[in-house]
């Protein structure tokens, strides 16, 4: 410990060694330095990881009380209703899910749909600009996998000879791939957007297409009639991310609808629920309810529906109720196998009663007439041990008279002497003399909370069930195990 004398002659001592600082730096005419703090260690960056939190791949939803239920809108071949069922499926699915939850599990199907685009589409030439930095930003986007998936997919509802209305052409990047590759008759577009005019001109004619069939204007999509399209002879309208830039897009899909010339189809697409939320001039979201009440109103019926690169919802969709031939006629991605397998095992391996040996206070006995069977006296904490290769999911058989004195059951993996995986549960009462369980790392059960990572389980070679009775009590249990390594 530091004495008092020691403790004054130091404060002294770093005085005086400022006053002489200061001193020097005045007669130089410069300002006294002011005292320096000593350095803050730069904190250690880390990536977080939020564990057991709602929403991280399951999205949390406030679904409305008392949400009406009406018959779906659906067109009349039974073929093509059950795809669009399976569509709004599959969007409801991504839009539950975080968009990390999403890429987690149909990760696999969307990569082959974005090699689909990749080698489908030629890259497109980009309009020179003074800023650098902006196009090479512009670059990144325009061709994002994302965004070629997309113009790949509107292209591939493009029929040969169709005569295009476009509504939304923004830079011209789709309207050139449209021109360019899809064989259209005439290409026609609009955009509310004075400087997206210029730059799409540009585009188009950096990829030589400035004699192409094509015309864009400024227009505004609430004053578009059929009179209009009829003049131009439209056979597909097109509105990819526009709806959600507007104030009221109920209204802006019925003006489209009522503007469709005879027989001609669209084809539209908005962010999917739970995506693109950073962007400041998206005014609305759209989930997969809302979409279906919009088409209600606006007199249409959906032909094709999916979710497209985890991003967006797109719907092809028409006045009439027939089957469309364009969506019966597109293309898409080949048909390569993406299904891979979720597990290296597919056989459960049964526990012999011999590989289940005492763990705690108890005594462990094999069953006469079942090899594959224990049976465990328990004082305060006991049950079995036995040996597994890894862990995939594991099922148990627990038999007892009377667990009354149970207070809880335990179930834990280990690697080596590390938990890797546990389950517990509180029995509470019980009137079966028997229960059947099924247990899957991470996952919960009405019975069992789980609780560490699946992807530890798999290192594993060892599992533990214990059951816990009230102090100076005893249980007799029965105990079956086989897992799935």
């Known amino acids: 410990m530091t004495s008092p004398a020691t403790s004054r002659r130091g404060l002294l001592a770093r005085v005086g060694h400022r006053l002489r600082t200061t001193a020097r730096v005045l007669v130089k005419g410069a300002p006294a330095p002011r005292p320096q703090k000593p350095a803050l260690k730069a904190p250690t960056r880390t990536r977080a990881q939020a564990k057991n939190v709602n929403g991280r791949w399951i999205r949390v939803v406030n679904t409305p009380a008392d949400t009406p239920r009406p018959v779906d809108r659906e067109v009349s071949d039974p073929a093509e209703a059950a795809a669009v069922r399976a569509g709004w499926l599959l969007i409801d699915a991504h839009e539950r899910l975080s968009t990390a939850g999403a890429s987690r599990v149909f990760g696999h199907e969307l990569a082959a749909w974005f090699d689909y685009a990749d080698d489908t589409i030629e890259k497109f030439k980009h309009p020179e600009v003074a800023d650098a930095a902006s196009l090479e930003a512009q670059i990144k986007h325009e061709e994002g996998k994302s965004n070629r998936l997309r113009y790949r997919r509107t292209m591939d509802f493009v029929r040969a000879g169709d005569r295009l209305f476009d509504v939304g052409f923004g830079r011209g990047y789709l309207a050139s791939l449209l021109i360019r590759d899809a064989d259209v008759e005439s290409y026609h577009g609009i955009d509310i957007v004075d400087d997206w005019l210029k730059m799409s001109l540009a585009t188009l004619a950096a990829n030589g297409l400035a004699d192409a069939p094509a015309t864009l204007e400024i227009g505004d999509l609430y004053d578009l009639t059929k009179d209009r399209l009829d003049e131009l ?184 002497n590390q938990k890797v995986a546990g389950w517990d549960w509180l029995p509470g009462e019980i009137t079966m003399p028997s229960r059947r369980f099924w247990l899957r790392p991470g996952e919960s059960s009405p019975t069992f909370a789980a609780f560490a990572n699946k992807s530890q389980s798999q290192t594993a070679d060892r599992v533990e069930v214990l059951v816990e009775v009230a102090p100076g009590r005893t249980a007799d249990v029965g105990l079956k195990a086989a897992y799935l390594p």
């Open 233 to 416: 002879g439209a056979t597909f309208v097109i509105c990819c991310e526009v709806l959600e830039h507007v104030p009221d897009a109920e209204k802006a899909l019925k003006v489209l609808a009522e503007a469709l010339p005879e027989g001609a189809e669209l084809l539209f697409s908005v962010p999917l629920h739970g995506r693109l939320e950073g962007v400041w001039g998206h005014v609305s979201v759209f989930d997969a309810a809302r979409l279906k009440q919009m088409l209600d109103n606006a007199g249409l019926y959906a032909h094709h529906v999916e979710p497209l690169a985890n991003t967006w919802s797109l719907v092809v969709a028409s006045r009439s109720p027939e089957p469309s031939v364009r969506v019966k006629e597109a293309t898409g991605r080949p048909a390569v196998r993406t299904s891979v397998p979720l597990s290296e095992h597919r056989d459960f391996i049964d526990v012999a009663a011999g590989d289940m040996l005492p763990a705690g206070k108890a005594d462990v006995s094999a069953s006469p007439a079942d090899e594959f069977k224990v049976s465990c006296h328990v004082e305060g904490r006991g049950g079995i041990s036995f040996p597994i290769q890894s862990l995939e999911a594991m099922r148990l058989l627990i038999e007892f008279d009377d667990v009354a004195d149970v207070t809880r059951f335990v179930v834990s993996a280990y690697a080596g």
